[in-house]
């Protein structure tokens, strides 16, 4: 396949780039003891990427026989020079950044990865565990899936690269109700690598177990009251911070397109605790090693000490800021083009122990865990939901809350962290980053004390009727 | 290949490979799209697409593959593979594919000018769009715009005899933007508009009622809590309200004991003025079709009729579990097993006008769109309102930021005070403007 790819590539004047990419994946779900998904998917096929006149172009075929492919090739040539004519800021040229060449494994193919019908009977067992746990546990699903990823890429600028790559992920939820209230719990994580890795930071069992007890928990839990507070996020959620509100603004295309943080390189963004980076050559679910324009990923360190430093490239925005790429460029499947995603990002950890962040509280919360829906904007105000929450009240953990929401804008919320614990984990669980395209990423940090607004629901016992 | 050698091939491998039933959903697709970003021209794309899922049953048991590969061997590993996964899968007596019954055409929902549009059409719709927002005024910034025309060819055949094709076309656009001025900026607003004919899109009034939206959201202030009424947007209604409850009326869900309303058939769900239908059979609809993911007929229903819930969304499976007809409502497409969705789910419009609605209100919000998570199970919500306008006495109307509002869906419902005339497509939605009562508002 290299080969071929090589001979077009090199056959034409324009920059052109090929990505052969072929995905096997493999779902199984679980929900109230009935098997809902037993699927093998195979997703196979070429996009390819022409830069003509200063525009790109790009065609996704599935069918990858050298004929289709040159007729693809010329159509994205065709497409670039097409809207070349109306397009106002033309690529004047593409950063350089160091090219993929030979082969990169992301994982150790192991073999002690189970057979389908093994992991079949794992998550069923799993599964019903979670049912099992009481009357009050009303619903159950287990999700798993895992995806194999082989790609071939060859660029104008060099590239020659095979990839082997294979991310896992799991997500276990248990639904409760006591009365008319009804919750859910939910326990996720993803990684790079197999079966036996996605499972050996917490076994299967302790995953149902901590479901069940979330669960439990919400479902004796009240509502936060809503205002603003000193609280102790939880790893994940400094994780979500540091992806979801921090690093999205500093994606080079959103700083173009005038987010918060245009303009500020050098200047003071966060408290000088703060060193926040993104590296896809850590372990993690957004590991990336050589990314889809080619390029291999080295870190890049976004704030440190407080200071902004960088921000994350593509080839294209790397010319656009006369710096070098760092293998930023990601596309999820054949069908998608490379975009400035993140990878693995987090917050390094600090000096102190978690016990002492939360004796220094005398009225706030631990937050723990992120829930469903989360949003933020270029301007950094973001908004995200929350699994678990603990009143602190004078330097103590008091009584579970529900129902939070935290809010606010996520480089004031760094300026106000205060102590940043020696305990450092990434794990966003089983998620996807959403920018037009999926894409697997990881992040993660210490515990860190902050001011956030939380958004309880306020006067909620007389809204009840 | 035709696609009908394709899926018709596959059917026969897979009765040959000893399953006891087969089903082979194909999909072809070919889509083109133009992107804004930085309110710039960006990449052009285009996408050829074309693959089969495949899903058997052997001994009460079922599995299912999917491959966009569509060589003869590549289908039929793809066959054994779906084999592979029943084999080694639990029983489900419920499991079974769906008989013949009768499919009728659906008008307006192909276009053939679909076949006509090329990548240069689309760019000019994308310049159209271009001037009448920022060209007009440059505060303004499209962050992301995206015009895409897609022609989809669905077909279905399994071993019980069901045999359909169809081919539909779809136009959509959207766009993300907002305005700056100085150190203002406002929120991230978006406009969004889909439609089955070539000729509806007028991406020139898009772009004027994107810049209209982002300006106004500029000088937004922050106001204190209080306790009033709410007034959706159909954008906000869609993602805050419509989104869950189509996770209740979800036959799937509703078995599973995770839906809100298990109990409710039959009982009140939402306010007297409150009513939804579903309907996969109205020409020129974007959720029209003659036949669902398994080859079932749309069934037009009632599902909430003045705040009585009437009716479950059901599949093939949901129906037979519970004794059931399948209602038509099996989605998704060849990458996946069926699952359950709308069609086009539409809830019903009032008499009053937006600008009339917005006069009765004593003191409330006007939210154009909604930014956070909503606990379908549970029911709770809380999150951030974006280009959110302060109303008092009906007249003085202010951009604000920095509110939130919470409450319970569910609870909600039966406070539903308004609807207006006006409505809009979301996705396969279609929703007025909807006035919520008593709802609390978290400013600071």
Known sequence: MIKTLKEIVHSQNEHLEIRDHKRFSTVIQFKNGVLKKGERKTLAGAGIRALVDGCWGFVATSETDEENLRRSAGEAIKAAREASQLKKEKIKGLGTGEVGQGTFNL?????????????????????????????????????????????????????????????????????????????????????????????????????????????????????????NYTVILDPQLVGVLAHEAIGHTVEADFVLSGSVVADKIGEKVASDLITLVDDGTQEGAGKVLVDDEGTVNKPTVIIENGVLKNY????????????????????????????????????????????????????????????????????????????????????????????????????????????????????????????????????????????????????KGEQNE | MSNKDIYLEALEIGKKAGADHVEVFFNRKKSLEVVIEKNDLQVPKGDRYQGIGVRVLKDGKMGFASSNILTRESIEATVQSAIDIAVNSPEDPAQGIPEPSPLEEIDGIYDPQGENVSLADLITKGSDFMDASRGIDSRVTVDTASFKAEIIERAIANSRG???????????????GFAREGEDISSFVVEYTVTPEWKELNTEEMGVRLREKALGNLGAERIPGFKGSVVLSPFAAVNLLLFPIVFAINADNVQNGISPWREKMGGKVASDIFSISDDGTLPGEIGSRMFDREGIAPKPLQVINEGKLISWLHNYYTASKAGEVPTGHASGGDQSLPAIGPNNFIVSPGKDSLENMLKNIDRGLLVTRYSGGSDPVSGDFSGVVKGGYFIEKGKERKPVKEVMIAGNIYRLLHQVIGLSSETQRILNFRTPYIALDGVSITGR
């Open chain 1, 107 to 227: 994982y150790q193919k192991k073999a002690d990865e189970p057979e389908f019908g093994e992991k079949v009977n794992a998550l069923q067992k799993a599964e019903a565990k979670i049912r099992d746990a009481g009357n009050d546990i009303i619903g159950s699903m287990v999700n798993y899936h895992v995806f194999q990823d082989s790609k071939v890429i060859v660029s104008s600028s060099g590239a020659e690269a095979e990839i082997n790559d294979q991310k896992s992920e799991i997500a276990i939820v248990a639904f409760g109700a006591s009365g008319e209230k009804q919750e859910m719990g939910m326990v996720s994580h993803g990684i790079t690598g197999g079966w036996s890795d996605l499972f050996s930071r917490n076994h299967l069992d302790e995953m149902v177990e901590k479901a069940v007890e979330i669960v439990r928990t919400k479902l004796k839990a009240g509502y936060a009251p809503g205002g």
């Open chain 2, 162 to 176: 069901i045999r359909a094709e169809e081919r539909k076309t779809k136009f959509e656009n959207s766009a993300i």
């Open chain 1, 312 to 459: 994350l490239h593509s080839r294209e925005t790397a010319h656009m800021f006369s710096t070098e790429a760092r293998g930023n460029a990601r596309a999820f499947t054949y069908r998608d083009e490379p975009l400035i995603r993140m990878t693995n990002t987090f917050i390094q950890p600090g000096k102190d122990r978690l016990e002492d962040m939360i004796k220094g509280i005398e009225d706030g919360f631990l937050l723990v865990g992120m829930d469903q829906g989360g949003q933020a904007d270029a301007t950094g105000e973001f908004m995200f939901g929350v699994q678990e929450g603990y009143r602190i009240k004078n330097g103590e953990i008091k009584e579970p809350v529900k129902g939070i929401n935290i809010s606010g804008q996520a480089f004031e919320v760094l300026k106000s962290a205060d102590a940043l614990s020696q305990e450092f984990n990434m794990d966003l669980g089983s998620g996807y980053c959403g920018k037009k395209q999926p894409a697997k990423a990881d992040a993660g940090g210490p515990y860190l004390r902050c001011k956030v607004m939380i958004g309880g629901q306020q006067g």
